[in-house]
């Protein structure tokens, strides 16, 4: 005689994920569930709607490292439920973090002597850093304001139209004017005597870009310190200046170590850098050393011990993981100088590949320069059929993620796609790239011209037509161009 079960709804242990209910309901997405599921149901679903992500290798959009050593990702694991912020429970850590402040800060030319240590703090990211940064510019200018018996409710900072957007939240979040320097076709870094000439009384510092976002372009750290040099003799003034080296920091000692752009100026009290960028660590670690103690107004660090002993810090957020600071100060061991240059070079002969390859097509002007962060900034030479958003857009269809962007003020009319090369961008992939985007173009050329070209076109006759009738006439018009190339698609030959 034959004993069966028959299995209760609830009972998944003896399906698969797949054999179970939990892949037939929709997963809830405002409200928290009544009942639980099993771990490998939730894992499967999870990972499987995951999938639908862009692959991170081909994101050439960011700056951010995608791959790191099998041995450090286990480091990394093996401390992921350390916070970072216990530094009686984990002093290791904060040694390991120490070890790295003290290093950057020396790569940076800090002025230090023997065994001096150097004064900095690891963050989540360079947006942190350079809030801190220009938190203790603001304290240090209303302190001398005060001190002067003049006016500090109206400090301002000077930037470029370049910079990234975290400049536009410190001085939103932290009521500082930003006084930026317009940008000009050909010419997409601030310009360091407009710069100077906007400094005044109430400027906090300026800020300089090593490393453009919008085209990896280093700025003139050394004119801009030599001309506010003279501005201050001159006022009486002594403006400072922060060096944002977010992209930078770990691109110019290596393959560019004449370029005096840091510490070795004297009015650069300041530098943050990302480690998750070319820092070569996962998302999440940013750092902000400072030239001198007293560059750091001892009022902004705070002293806790209800964690064990005194402990003191300087950070917008609190508790943190600790991961990114241990996978740092495994990189800086692991590669060591000669490492992290050759990383560096590779990159820049990676981006040459791919740079003489967009040009060997014909179709692009290159707008960012060789030397600076490795990547490719370049437009159309003709954009009048099909412009650089579609370009991008197709480009995706192969797994590459490729921005396009406009230029911000007053180069906006400018529109330029940009490749960022990271460390594991080989020249395989550059060559790659290079056919597949000849593909596109291609691709596109034998389509019709784009939406925006005809619409314009109606506006130059007098004709202007309402959103629904646009509508319906690119609707026809692609039904019919799908029609053709049926029907051409089946002709016999």
């Given at each position: ?26 997963l ?27 692959n ?25 439920n350390k ?8 002093p290791?850590?904060t040694e390991?973090?120490n070890r790295c ?11 230090l002597?023997d ?6 703090v ?16 603001k304290?240090?200018w ?8 003049l ?38 870094v ?24 919008l085209t ?9 310190n ?9 006022t ?8 944002d080296a ?30 998750h960028?070319y ?5 999440g ?20 011990n209800y964690l ?9 957020n609190?508790s943190k ?23 560096m ?8 590949v ?6 060997k ?5 290159i707008?960012s ?8 900034a370049?437009?159309?030479k ?11 857009e ?8 490729v ?13 330029v ?7 594991d ?10 056919a ?6 291609h691709?596109l ?13 109606g506006?130059?006759?007098?004709v ?29 030959c």
């Open positions: 005689m034959v004993l069966s079960k028959t299995a209760l709804e609830s009972d998944v242990s003896i399906h698969s994920t797949f054999a179970s209910r939990y892949v037939r309901t929709s809830p997405r405002f409200e928290m569930p009544e009942n639980s599921i099993p771990k490998e149901a939730a894992y499967q679903i999870i990972n499987d709607e995951l999938m639908l992500d862009g991170p290798r081909l994101n050439l959009a960011s700056f951010v490292t995608t791959w790191m050593e099998p041995e450090c990702d286990k480091l990394m694991m093996e401390s992921i916070n970072y912020v216990d530094m009686d429970e984990y290791v850590t390991l973090q402040v003290n290093m950057i800060a020396r790569l940076f030319n800090a002025p002597g065994g001096e240590a150097a004064v900095g690891g963050t989540v990211g360079s947006s942190e850093a350079i809030m801190l940064a220009g938190l203790a510019f304290r240090q209303q302190n001398k304001r005060k001190a002067q018996g006016p500090y409710d109206k400090p301002n900072i000077v930037t470029g139209a370049n910079v990234q957007v975290c400049w536009e939240k410190f001085a939103r979040y932290f009521e500082v004017e930003l006084k930026e320097v317009k940008l000009r076709e050909g010419y997409y601030m310009d360091p005597e407009k710069a100077v000439e906007m400094v005044d009384e109430n400027t906090i510092c300026v800020a300089a870009i090593l490393g453009s976002t990896g372009e280093f700025e003139d750290v050394k004119l801009l030599d001309l506010l040099v003279e501005k201050n003799k001159q009486g003034w002594d403006t400072g200046i922060h060096v977010a992209s930078g920091g770990f691109i110019a000692p290596f393959l560019y170590p004449e370029l005096e752009w840091d510490f070795r100026l004297p009015l650069v009290k300041s530098i943050n850098v990302s480690g960028k820092g070569l660590v996962y998302a670690i940013g750092w902000v050393v400072w030239r001198t103690k007293s560059d750091l107004p001892d009022e902004l660090i705070f002293h806790i064990g002993a005194d402990q003191p810090t300087f950070t917008l609190f993981g600790s991961s990114q600071v241990i996978a740092q100060y495994y990189q800086l061991i692991r590669l060591g100088f000669e490492g992290y240059r050759n990383v070079d590779n990159c820049r002969e990676n981006m040459m791919l740079r003489q390859g967009l040009e097509t014909g179709r692009f002007n707008v320069k060789e030397n600076g962060v490795p990547l490719v370049f437009s159309l003709d954009s009048s059929q099909h412009d650089e958003f579609e370009v991008a197709t480009l995706r269809r192969f797994g590459w993620i921005p396009a962007y406009t230029m911000p003020a007053d180069a906006q009319h400018v529109t796609l940009r490749v960022v090369i990271r460390e961008f080989s020249r395989t992939l550059a060559e790659r790239l290079v597949d985007f000849e593909k596109v173009l691709e050329d034998t389509l019709p011209a784009r939406v925006h070209a005809k619409m314009a076109n506006k130059a006759n007098g202007k037509k309402t959103e629904e009738e646009t509508t319906r006439e690119v609707t026809a018009y692609w039904k019919k161009f799908v029609d053709i190339k049926k029907s051409n698609k089946n002709r016999i």
